[in-house]
């Protein structure tokens, strides 16, 4: 696992980029499969051409499988071949995007209001722990509630270096709301 990410701060939000680098041997099968179902659609576009089917047939074959498609085996496809998550986290908000190569989502906004957050440890792998982030809120019941969860699995070693930059900005904020002197080691 290769997956990668960059993290800094400006002392009011963290930035997060990380990005999936895929092993060749899943670069080979996805493509593999990709190109099998490319091929399955051209044998389906050919064998119904000038066959005289229904316009609603035609709209079927030519719309809605490619469609459906993209929205499953595509999507997965592409986010393991080009996945990116970008995120903004601060006190109040994280906003989200994800890129899948050629195409990319619109920021999504998340309040969150001073939440807790936690390493979940997803694997092991090579003798090494790879995780992501989890981001709790509680209700009015001191029940937790996961709020967010960031989607790349990671070493541990670059989330504790977010779970580092977090702290600083949350200090930060806890120090300019009570009026205490909040001293930058750096």
Known sequence: MKNTVEISNDNVCVYYDASIKPDTFLIVVLTLINLFLLLLFIIIIASTYDAGLPKLSLFVIYVVLPTIYLLTVGRVC???????????????????????????????????????????????????????????????????????????????????????????????ARAEQTGDIFYNPN
């Open 78 to 172: 592409l986010w393991n071949l080009f996945g990116k998550e970008h995120l903004v986290i601060n006190t109040k908000s994280i906003a989200k995007k994800v890129s899948f190569g050629f195409f990319q989502s619109q920021w999504n906004l998340i309040n969150i209001n001073n939440p807790t957050y936690e390493i979940v440890i997803n694997e092991r792998y090579s003798g090494q722990e790879y995780g992501t982030l989890r981001f709790i809120h509680y209700d009015e019941n001191d029940l937790p509630i996961e709020v967010f969860s960031t989607t790349v699995v990671l070493p541990i070693e670059r989330l504790l270096t977010l779970v580092s930059e977090l702290d600083y900005v949350y200090n930060i």
